[in-house]
């Protein structure tokens, strides 16, 4: 496994995100300064980047999660099969926007977060019990912050709807301060998952590559 494919399974989507978020701003779309990463999958130009972009990165994170594997002796581990599963619900997502179908849309975001983490504490798993793993403080960190963000963005979610049930998804109340807190709590949890996927490229002798062998780009 090459250096640069892992840089890229984090770099894509992080510049996907950024680029869609930013031309949704930009646009005065944006209906407030705080917004759910999905809500810049709104019709128009960022809608393309955001569909493009995180349909390209997921298929790409899936071709890291079977590099990454492709050494253990059994071929279909757990890691891979969670792995894959974390990359099939970032596709599903960019192609099921919230304001078309906010269920689907949902129940893949919700599987990204659950299977990402779930990935990245089975290659944490597999990195500690193979050698020294000059990742493992930043992944751990990584992994917390997941879970952190995860339990702020339900409890977030559950206050705003109990305060006022008529908010919802992906337009009305979005401004609500209980909303805010689950959006930010989105973005930690996001930075949570590429950060646990750039703590890779630390590890790459464990995963069948020196490190020191490793061309830079």
Request: a positive charge; proline letters at 5%; one cysteine or more.
């Amino acid at each position: 496994m090459k250096r640069w494919t892992v840089r890229m399974a984090w770099m894509l989507p992080l510049a996907s995100v950024l680029a869609a978020m930013a031309v949704h701003h930009l646009r005065g779309a944006a209906n407030g300064p705080l917004i759910f990463i999905s809500q810049a999958d709104y019709p128009g130009p960022e809608s393309l980047i955001f569909t493009l972009g995180l349909t390209a990165s997921g298929l790409w994170q899936g071709r890291t999660v079977w590099s990454m594997t492709k050494h253990e002796p059994s071929p279909w581990s757990l890691e891979r099969l969670v792995g894959l599963m974390a990359s099939l619900c970032v596709v599903v997502m960019a192609n099921r926007s919230m304001y078309s179908h906010l269920d689907t849309h949902i129940l893949a975001a919700m599987g990204i977060f659950l299977f990402g983490w779930a990935w990245l504490w089975l290659v944490q798993r597999r990195s500690r019990r193979i050698g020294a793993s000059q990742g493992a403080a930043q992944r751990q960190m990584a992994l917390w912050c997941v879970g952190i963000g995860f339990v702020m963005q339900l409890i977030g979610a559950a206050v705003a709807l109990n305060i006022d049930s008529s908010i919802t998804l992906p337009t009305k109340g979005a401004g609500h301060p209980w909303w805010s807190v689950a959006a930010l709590a989105e973005y930690l949890i996001v930075a949570g998952l590429w950060w646990g996927i750039a703590t890779i490229e630390q590890d790459l002798g464990l995963f069948g590559e020196s490190p020191v062998a490793t061309t830079e780009p």
